[in-house]
């Protein structure tokens, strides 16, 4: 083993210390990756080299070491603990981990081509967000590689309406139709590009047939106020980390209606606790809205900063409660709240897969109406657009804005927005 290879385990130690991960994890972390090292040594290998198969062979060669040692064969999952440890080690040598694919014929060359002209396309000339262009890049490379291992290089000029016919029959086998007609845009935005580029003769885009989605088929029913208020108090009842960053998430579902991506990028600076009020980043437009800070937000952001947040150099609001402390990454909220209400309060009726839009517009405006009336904040009365009480009613017109002049002239009312948020049955660490 060289000088530098003998030298990553305490480097490996200094970095995981650094992140504040738990004395014993990175002990588990360390003695992992020097088995893996000792394992490359014997065979030869440079750290530098490992592939994916090489780990993978590494793992089968653990666990028939520890099928040896113990008589008895491994849990199920036990692989993922020295997994975990080499992942970390390669991932500070390597700078990435898994590593980028590699081009193996000429089709697989063309692929990764034409998707990296593709991204910057839609960076730089469509703008859009990282998280919808990591959305569209993985259709385009789900549909040429599909295209390209039936027709080779020489057939993505030859492309038809009946491969496009094939390619979405065989997308539908596995997608309701709201995400059915999601793939179908993608991928219109893709035959329109590789249109625009000279790569296919024809302008494919208009022959993607998608499903007919019916209006108001996805709307949910609202949550009732008294159910908003018996999870919120069942929520502030957890007084440990995850419980003190959950319950202040809640607080500003239930308050401002936020989109999950404006809470996740919140950052601390965004609030401001002179004046009581807080900056919204708008993901969509890149612009901001201010809005008050409640005093039950304000209150739950607080006690949260002081007990709840760990310590880390990362500015967002919201962090994970285990190492690595970095922002929530997943899209969806991230508590269950059917088990959170149900468990404190065994008469509430809460679904349990119900959706964070279903408690904004009955919540938002009538819990600030009382504290912006007197300071010139604009509130939106609510209204049902059909007679049908199943169906949640919509804000119609400005909601929670401020006034004109401190308002961006980008900004747009935050009831416009059609995305949802959805709270699942797990939340992040």
Known sequence: MSKSERELIPELKAVLSSRRYSPVVIGNYCAYAQEFLDYLMHRGILVADVTEAEVARYLCHAVALFRKRSGRNPGKRWHEIPQAGIHALLRLVQDQWPPAPKATCAADALRFAICNEYETWLREERGLSRASIDAF??????????????????????????????????????????????????????????????????????????????????????????????????????????????????????????????????????????????????????????????????????????????????????????????????????????????????????????????????????????RLSAICWGIGRLRRRLPTSSLRPRISGPSLLICPERRCRHDRPLARSRSRVRWPLCREP
């Open 137 to 370: 890049l993985w259709e385009a490379r789900h549909f040429l590689g599909w295209q390209l291992e039936r027709c080779g290089a020489e057939g993505l000029m030859e492309e038809s309406v009946g491969d496009i016919d094939r390619y979405m029959d065989m997308r539908a086998l596995k997608l309701t139709r709201s995400s059915l007609k999601c793939a179908a845009e993608r991928l219109r935005s893709l035959l329109r590009y590789l249109h625009r580029t000279r790569l296919i003769g024809t302008d494919l885009s208009p022959h993607v047939l998608a499903p007919r989605l019916y209006a108001y088929e996805g709307v949910p029913s609202i949550l009732e106020r008294d159910q908003i208020a018996a999870v919120l108090a069942s929520a502030s009842m957890d007084k440990t980390p995850a419980g003190l960053r959950d319950h202040a998430i809640l607080q500003l579902l239930a308050t401002y209606g936020l989109r999950s991506g404006e809470i996740r990028n919140m950052r601390i600076e965004d609030i401001d606790w002179r004046t009581e009020a807080i900056r919204v980043r708008h993901s969509k437009t890149q612009a901001y809205t201010f809005l008050p800070l409640t005093e039950p937000v304000g209150e739950a952001i607080l006690v949260y900063l002081r007990s709840g947040r760990p310590a880390t150099d990362a500015r967002e609001l919201f962090v994970r409660t285990r190492a690595p402390y970095r922002k929530l990454e997943s899209y969806t909220a991230w508590f269950d709240v059917g088990y959170v209400t149900l468990a404190s309060n065994p008469g509430a009726s809460v679904d349990l897969i119900s959706s964070a839009t279903r408690a904004r517009p009955n919540c938002c405006a009538p819990q600030c109406r009382k």
